[in-house]
Structures are given as structure tokens and as C-alpha cells.
């Protein structure tokens, strides 16, 4: 299962920065790709407002 980011998102990188399979992109709202996440969950540790959660 994949982790998503929701909408409290506020774009800071954090989470990008710590993917070990570059699986995040940027954007107003960063995305997952759904196909390249391990569901590791570095993006979700790193994350100071929450926004990534498993799917």
C-alpha cells in the first residue's frame, strides 16, 4: 500500500528530501507515485505537518 499526501500539504520538501526512491513530485500539493513508493514511510516521519499518510 502506498503512501498519499493529502491536502494539508504546504509544498516545504521535506518529505521529497527523504524518499529513498524518489517517488515524490512537487506541486502545490507534492504527489506520490503510487507505483515507485515501498510504503517506507521517511516521507511521513519527515513531514511536520502530517500530510503524508498510507493509503
Request: aromatic share 4%.
Amino acid at each position: 500500500m502506498a503512501y498519499v499526501i493529502n491536502d494539508d500539504c504546504i509544498a516545504c520538501g521535506a518529505c521529497m528530501a527523504e524518499c529513498p526512491v524518489d517517488a515524490i513530485s512537487e506541486g502545490d500539493i507534492y504527489s506520490i507515485d503510487a507505483d515507485a513508493c515501498i510504503d517506507c514511510g521517511a516521507c511521513a516521519a519527515a513531514c511536520p505537518v502530517d500530510a503524508p499518510n498510507p493509503a
